[in-house]
């Protein structure tokens, strides 16, 4: 969709600019199958900001969205529908001005789901947690990740 609430970049307090004139909020889908834990990341298209990284799913919040609202939104719009029965094992909170954040939810999903549906998105996969740290993964992301594979793996 185009043209949503939050959606432009802003300076924030810090001095950085960042997307989402609210924030900014993703979701790390997880899969416990016969294959092992698995989550879903997609590669960035070169339209996207560090194009050609992994990530998850996620883009700028509107006014009022709950970090969670907002970023199952985004995956809506970027995988596809979340399956039916998800279920919420934590959030991990990147806060480096006092007036912007980015929230990871880590959302566990009975079922695998996700295909590229827009612009934004070149790939969508389903990777072994030990197999995250080997992708070329976007910086904020990659930052997030240990706390968030901690999540993961905690909740088994």
Known sequence: ???RSGDGFMRCSDGAVRWGVFGAAGVVFVHRGPEGTTVMLQRRSAFAHEGGTWSCAG???DEGESPLEGGLREAGEEVGRVPDGWRLIGEVVFA???DWSYTTS???VGERFG???NFE???VSWIPVDRVSS???HAGFAAAWPEIAGIVLGAE
């Open 121 to 123: 998105t070149d790939d």
């Open 96 to 98: 480096p001005a006092s």
């Open 106 to 108: 880590v959302v566990e």
């Open 59 to 61: 883009g700028a919040l």
């Open 1 to 3: 969709m185009i043209g």
């Open 135 to 137: 992708l070329e993964l």
């Open 115 to 117: 295909t590229s549906l």
